[in-house]
């Protein structure tokens, strides 16, 4: 039997059809999607509605606010809002006493700016609660502007105090509406989604096992799965209440499944025959789909996955074998873990996820991301007021706000950016004061032109972080237009400098993060995976410090990194497809690569974190001392070939390292042997390590096939 394939998507090579799909793919509709459209909307428009009522200064920070959080999939929204108020207590007490050390002296004051740009950054990169940078960060971003103004101390007190307060507002109003709408919608929004892509890949390898034609609405159905990608599960698991431990674990199932979604998407544009050894095969991966799908729906660890098929006739197949491989690591992403009630149970009683990244002082990326964004907040604050234009000053605010959607962009998304600012600003806003404002005589007027535009904002943010930046922009730019004053705009003037200021704002942002220290986004995605091969290889020697508590800290700020770059590889893949240009293709198949590569490593990380615990001899985990030289040998096996791998994606070269790390395990199996009591029945401790061993070697070697 004759197998025709082609291992890859087609690409179109026209970027105007490319692009129209992949906006039909962003845009279409999915589950839940409408719902918390609604969500978004009710809330923006009911603290639009009280602060015109009762005149209210800046409520467009309120409404912003809205949008920004009401995505969060919240098991707990009343401690999300005491977080918000604590931190914009915070940031209120820190504005009000630092400025006023500084109030008298020009040049001071110019310094306190800039130390609290930088500050604000700071916070928006290291901080791991959403909600509370989007808090520090409202409060900051309109803050000093107010404070630059030529009126007395006294009325900028009482407009910080109203800043305050048009937060607390937005507090209640979002809170009580997520709290009503948790109850409409009951589930969990990182395992439901994740259920729902594991039951399409399995109707269609159900489909192919009882030899019959897929369907129309299952093919349309993965195709947009696969388009959706997987960046809004990471986002929603990212901002979700799980302990840390779990969502690295999450995060691997995450991985697992999109690209289980891809190998099935592509195995519908290919043509084959199966045989009944195939079929069986088929049918042995679907019923696996299934438990595991069902495992997770019900809270549970997923068992141990085997397919054992060395001595039955080739597969006629293609992409069988990688899929059975991807089903297999599922369950191996919870290696060692205890049952998910428990981390349920650990995260509503104990809160142990802390408010600032481990590894935050250490993490140089930091420290980058903090000084390119206080750079481009003071050229502006520099520009508007050389130019004696206050009525820009929103360019200072545009930065500090799109600066929460900033770390891990590429150039491409500010180009969205810039898109959404001029359809919110000129297109929508200024539109509406010319063609549709003149006619509204009452608020119910507005509010139907409020509730229309953030509708159809909230539409495109709830689109993957590829387009989602489009309509944050658009939002943003309305309300500023439309919610600063309490009347209908009559001049366009205040339209026109805050809709510059936007764009001012947007422009200095793309030049100093895209021009003056960017890079294209496959450089960047290349740049970044071999520097995750360096910091796995780190991981792997950990720990250096006989201490344990050291040893601890130390793994667990490098293992908090290793994870965020994993999340930042896949992001800047993302952006790999707004690229054009002669090395398109390359760039692609580069992307292909990588991303598979992603998955075997981000399961070695979940793996190698597993083992770590018999390495420093946890309570539970304790292995034979006599073992400890031969286990060493294995780690620092690891770490050799995981250096040797990026060296060679450096352009260095290399020897393979992978049938050395296969010696190091066989001589590590034998040292545990020989120090069990029964060499023939080994302890549960040792059967486990050596599991994970084995399967550490394993996928190493793999990883270094593919690299």
Not at 78 to 94: M, P, R
Request: proline letters at 4%.
């Amino acid at each position: 039997m004759a197998t025709t394939a082609t291992q890859s998507l087609p690409q179109p090579s026209n970027p105007l059809i490319w692009f129209w799909e992949f906006l039909k793919g962003e845009l279409a509709p999915y589950p839940g999607r409408a719902g918390t459209v609604a969500r978004m909307t009710l809330a923006a428009t009911l603290i639009m509605i009280v602060g015109m009522i009762f005149r209210v200064p800046y409520i467009w920070q309120g409404a912003v606010y809205a949008l920004m959080v009401s995505r969060e999939n919240t098991r707990s929204t009343l401690h999300s809002a005491a977080v918000v108020f604590l931190v914009t207590d915070i940031a209120a007490i820190y504005l009000l006493v630092s400025v006023s050390l500084v109030i008298n002296s020009p040049l001071l004051h110019f310094l306190w700016i800039v130390g609290t740009f930088f500050i604000a950054f700071y916070a928006v990169s290291a901080l791991t609660n959403y909600i509370a940078a989007v808090a520090f960060i409202n409060l900051i971003a309109v803050g000093i502007p107010l404070w630059d103004r030529y009126v007395p101390a006294e009325t900028k007190v009482d407009d910080t105090l109203w800043l305050c307060l048009s937060v607390l507002i937005a507090i209640v109003i979002t809170g009580a509406v997520e709290l009503v709408f948790v109850r409409l919608r009951p589930g969990d929004g990182v395992v439901l989604p994740i259920a729902e892509r594991l039951s399409a890949v399995g109707s269609l390898v159900a489909c192919y096992a009882a030899d019959c034609t897929v369907d129309r609405a299952t093919q349309k159905h993965i195709i947009r799965l696969q388009t959706l990608g997987t960046s809004l599960l990471r986002r929603s698991l990212r901002r979700s209440d799980y302990s840390p431990e779990y969502s690295v674990e999450m995060a691997g199932v995450i991985v697992l499944v999109g690209r289980l979604v891809d190998l099935a998407a592509t195995l519908m544009q290919l043509s084959f025959q199966s045989s009944a050894s195939d079929q069986r095969r088929l049918r042995d991966l679907a019923s696996t789909i299934a438990a595991i799908r069902d495992d997770l729906i019900n809270r549970q660890i997923p068992r141990p996955v085997q397919f054992d098929h060395e001595e039955q006739p080739p597969v006629f197949v293609p992409l069988l074998a990688e899929m059975e491989h991807t089903v297999s690591l599922i369950p191996q992403a919870f290696a060692d873990s205890k049952s998910i009630h428990e981390y349920v149970a650990s995260v509503q009683d104990t809160r142990k996820r802390t408010l600032v990244a481990l590894g935050a002082f250490a993490n140089p990326e930091h420290l980058q991301f903090a000084l390119k964004g206080c750079l481009a907040a003071t050229i502006c604050y520099v520009i508007y007021n050389a130019v004696a234009w206050p009525g820009i000053s929103t360019a200072v605010t545009t930065c500090l706000l799109t600066a929460l959607s900033t770390v891990g962009s590429s150039r491409q998304k500010q180009v969205l950016r810039i898109t959404g600012a001029i359809v919110g600003g000129f297109l929508i806003g200024m539109g509406a004061q010319v063609f549709i404002l003149p006619y509204l005589d009452s608020i119910g007027g507005f509010v139907v032109l409020f509730v229309a535009v953030t509708a159809f904002s909230s539409w495109f943010m709830t689109s993957s972080p590829r387009l989602s930046y489009f309509g944050i922009q658009v939002a943003l730019a309305f309300y500023l237009i439309n919610l600063s004053e309490f009347k209908m705009q009559t001049s366009l003037e205040a339209a026109r400098d805050r809709v510059v200021g936007v764009l001012l704002g947007l422009i200095i942002m793309w030049l100093v993060f895209d021009q003056l220290w960017g890079a294209p986004a496959a450089v960047e995605m290349r740049r970044r995976f071999i520097s995750n091969l360096r910091s796995l290889a780190q991981f792997a020697r950990e720990p250096l410090s006989n201490d344990l508590k050291t040893a601890r800290a130390r793994s667990l700020a490098l293992g908090e990194t290793i994870y965020a770059n994993l999340d930042q590889v896949r992001a800047v893949a993302d952006g790999v497809l707004f690229e054009f240009g002669p090395s398109r293709e390359q760039d692609l198949a580069l992307r292909n690569r990588i991303r598979q590569g992603q998955t075997d490593l981000r399961v070695l990380f979940i793996l190698r974190v597993a083992t770590w615990k018999y390495r420093v001899r946890l309570p539970g985990f304790e292995l034979p001392g006599a073992m400890q030289p031969a286990e060493k040998e294995f780690d620092n096996g690891l770490a050799s070939a995981l250096d040797g791998m990026a060296d060679r994606m450096e352009g260095k070269k290399v020897t393979r390292q992978g049938e050395g790390l296969v010696a190091a395990y066989a001589q590590l199996e034998q040292a545990l042997r020989k120090t069990s009591p029964e060499q023939h029945h080994l302890t549960p401790q040792i059967q486990s390590f050596l599991l994970l061993s084995r399967r550490i070697a394993g996928l190493a070697d793999s990883l270094e096939k593919e690299v």
